[in-house]
């Protein structure tokens, strides 16, 4: 699906509830311990993107839901996930590693260079690959 992860996330928040594309950003946020913002330039032409497809609809209050489309399509992904990393937990270890990299990309970003920090980082990313080549024997 064109837009990838961030459809997927999109449409794991609204399975939780209708969610209008301003609270959808702020839940995305809220969810990434704030390290994580999407723009509103992203998160709007992906819901329209997807609700062409059908995987969401938009209600007459903007509130966007997911469709069974959309919860089979987000099935694909936790599929995928769950092949590569091997676990049943997928959602939290999405969110961790979303967090983690988004973490990583501001600190370069921002030049708040803290090497024990990053350290931490690689070490958690580095766990999670061990994961992904595990599963793949």
């Known amino acids: ?6 459809n997927y ?3 794991r928040n609204i399975s939780e509830g209708p ?10 946020s809220r969810k990434s311990n704030g390290r994580w913002r ?3 330039g992203s998160v709007y032409p992906a819901l329209s993107h997807m609700e062409e497809k059908g995987f969401v609809k938009r209600d007459n209050d903007g509130r966007y839901s997911i469709t069974e489309e959309g919860r ?13 990393i091997g676990t049943e937990n997928v959602n ?6 979303t967090a983690n990299l988004t973490y990583i990309i501001e600190t ?3 030049s708040h260079f803290d ?3 990053i350290n931490d980082m690689k070490t958690k990313l580095m766990a999670v690959l061990e994961k992904i080549k595990e599963s793949e024997k």
């Open 38 to 40: 999407p723009s509103p």
């Open 1 to 6: 699906m064109k837009g990838g992860m961030l």
């Open 72 to 84: 089979n399509e987000m099935k694909k992904y936790d599929d995928m996930v769950k092949n590569l």
């Open 115 to 117: 090497p024990s920090k």
């Open 108 to 110: 370069f970003d921002y």
């Open 9 to 11: 996330w999109i449409m």
């Open 19 to 28: 969610l209008k594309g301003a609270d959808i950003i702020k839940e995305m």
């Open 92 to 97: 939290d270890i999405l969110e961790e590693t």
